[in-house]
């Protein structure tokens, strides 16, 4: 049994940085895939980003976040991290990571994952 924890949410005012974690337990980054999600009110939830160990992070960002939103992880910690600068109002989300077991040799997407963490919330607001 594995458990994803995020963690780092909270409210920040418009121009401000926040790094989320999401920590695996349980299991290790060499057996399961990470991606950062984020879902908004009345919204769909949108992929972010992934850590795939072997092929590293995955670049393709929605352009909602490119260039201010950055994934990295710490193997040895078994954690994903999400950095994100810049912040914009429409970025307030609950942000979410999933796994996806390498056996799939791809990114867990929206509607293919092994499991999810609880989330956590990011306001942006002045």
């Known amino acids: 049994q594995y458990q994803l924890v995020e963690t780092g949410g909270g409210l920040v005012q418009p121009g401000g940085s926040l790094r989320l974690s999401c920590t695996l337990s349980?299991?290790?980054?060499?057996?399961?895939?990470i991606g950062w999600f984020r879902h908004a009110p009345e919204k769909e939830r949108e992929e972010i980003s992934c850590v795939w160990e072997e092929v590293g992070t995955t670049t393709n960002y929605p352009d909602s976040v490119k260039g201010r939103f950055t994934v990295s992880s710490d193997s040895a910690k078994n954690t994903v991290y999400l950095q994100m600068n810049n912040l914009k109002t429409e970025d307030s989300a609950v942000y979410y990571c999933?796994?996806?077991?390498?056996?799939?040799?791809?990114?867990?997407?929206?509607?293919?994952?092994?499991?999810w963490g609880q989330g956590t919330q990011v306001t942006v607001s002045s």
């Open positions: 349980g299991y290790t980054l060499h057996t399961y895939n």
């Open positions: 999933a796994a996806l077991h390498k056996v799939f040799s791809t990114c867990p997407s929206v509607k293919k994952a092994n499991g």
